[in-house]
T-cell receptor, first 109, second 114 residues
Framework: GQNIDQPTEMTATEGAIVQINCTYQTSGFNGLFWYQQHAGEAPTFLSYNVLDGLEEKGRFSSFLSRSKGYSYLLLKELQMKDSASYLCAVIDSNYQLIWGAGTKLIIKP | SAVISQKPSRDICQRGTSLTIQCQVDSQVTMMFWYRQQPGQSLTLIATANQGSEATYESGFVIDKFPISRPNLTFSTLTVSNMSPEDSSIYLC???????????FGPGTRLTVL
């Protein structure tokens, strides 16, 4: 079966750095998305990785290792507005999007 | 990037009735999808809306319950038929362009069935 694992919940302090991990087992791989979703709102696109390595975009970076079936989202200089759920999703060989359950990130002052 | 709008944004409906949700994209997109998201859960794909042909449904979802239309490349509708309280959820329209790294979501429709 296809599976995506992320921690259910994480807590971090304002101004700090947090890394949210995602491991996947899917039938094929055509890319990995990270989305941010605030409560009651639709997901918003953060990043897309299809090649190994780190992609940096401002305070957010995303890393991918295809051989390990692993990705992480790194958030730096955390702000209170970063409190949200972070969803990992993988495109499989049939170009289906497989979604993780999401990681709820709680930022404390 | 594409901008997606949905109508209605929320509704409260009676058991046994039907609701049609509209999704409008401000540019032509290749693929349109309908998702459901239960409270505290991740997204579940209902179906892929195909332009000019029947939608492709995921396991556990059927056309009689969730009829979908896609008359052109910028518009789709999802109907939730014969509703029950178990259908209470957020319904999200999603689309992507020619490249898979462009994936956009509408604001969602929050449905409550009494």
């Amino acid at each position: 079966g296809q599976n995506i694992d992320q921690p259910t919940e994480m807590t971090a302090t304002e101004g700090a750095i947090v890394q949210i991990n995602c491991t996947y087992q899917t039938s094929g791989f055509n890319g990995l998305f990270w989305y941010q979703q605030h409560a009651g709102e639709a997901p918003t696109f953060l990043s897309y990785n299809v090649l190994d390595g780190l992609e940096e975009k401002g305070r957010f970076s995303s890393f991918l290792s295809r051989s390990k079936g692993y990705s992480y989202l790194l958030l730096k200089e955390l702000q209170m507005k970063d409190s949200a759920s972070y969803l990992c999703a993988v495109i499989d060989s049939n170009y289906q999007l497989i979604w993780g359950a999401g990681t709820k990130l709680i930022i404390k002052p | 990037s594409a901008v997606i709008s949905q109508k209605p944004s929320r509704d409260i409906c009676q058991r046994g009735t039907s609701l049609t949700i509209q999704c409008q994209v401000d540019s032509q997109v290749t693929m349109m999808f309908w998702y459901r998201q239960q409270p505290g859960q991740s997204l579940t794909l209902i179906a892929t809306a195909n332009q000019g042909s029947e939608a492709t449904y995921e396991s556990g979802f059927v056309i009689d319950k969730f009829p979908i239309s896609r008359p052109n490349l910028t518009f789709s509708t999802l109907t939730v038929s014969n509703m029950s309280p178990e259908d209470s959820s957020i319904y999200l329209c999603s689309a992507h362009g020619t490249e898979w790294n462009e994936q956009f979501f509408g604001p969602g429709t929050r449905l409550t069935v009494l």
